[in-house]
Nanobody
Framework: QVQFVESGGGLVQPGGSLRLSCAASGSIFRIDTMGWYRQAPGKQRELVARITRRSGTTSMITYADPVKGRFTISRDNAKNTLYLQMNSLKPEDTALYYC???????WGQGTQVTVSS
């Protein structure tokens, strides 16, 4: 199974932006579905955004309602990397963010995002 290393988190003020990266240990070219997840203290891990490869260069993308219009997921198969652009961040976005491929039981360490003034 391909394993992932997340990076790009940090402390940001409300309204700010961050770009998370997820580097894979191998090729992601043949991985159909990848996603970003987050886990806030005392809560279960939840799906934030998912990208599913379709034919050619098209993809199907879904977002959790709380992040629609603010977050953008993308993938670069040549760099074996998944991204999450997060804009207009809110305190409720504070969480440990993970990436993974669908059905992969192995999880990385995540990257901490803290939104606070």
């Amino acid at each position: 199974q391909v394993q992932f290393v997340e990076s790009g988190g940090g402390l940001v003020q409300p309204g700010g932006s961050l770009r998370l990266s997820c580097a894979a240990s191998g090729s992601i070219f043949r991985i159909d579905t990848m996603g970003w997840y987050r886990q806030a203290p005392g809560k279960q891990r939840e799906l934030v955004a998912r990208i599913t490869r379709r034919s050619g260069t098209t993809s199907m993308i879904t977002y959790a309602d709380p992040v629609k219009g603010r977050f953008t997921i993308s993938r670069d198969n040549a760099k074996n990397t998944l991204y999450l652009q997060m804009n207009s961040l809110k305190p409720e976005d504070t969480a440990l963010y993970y990436c993974n491929s669908l059905g992969n039981p192995y999880w990385g360490q995540g990257t901490q995002v803290t939104v606070s003034s």
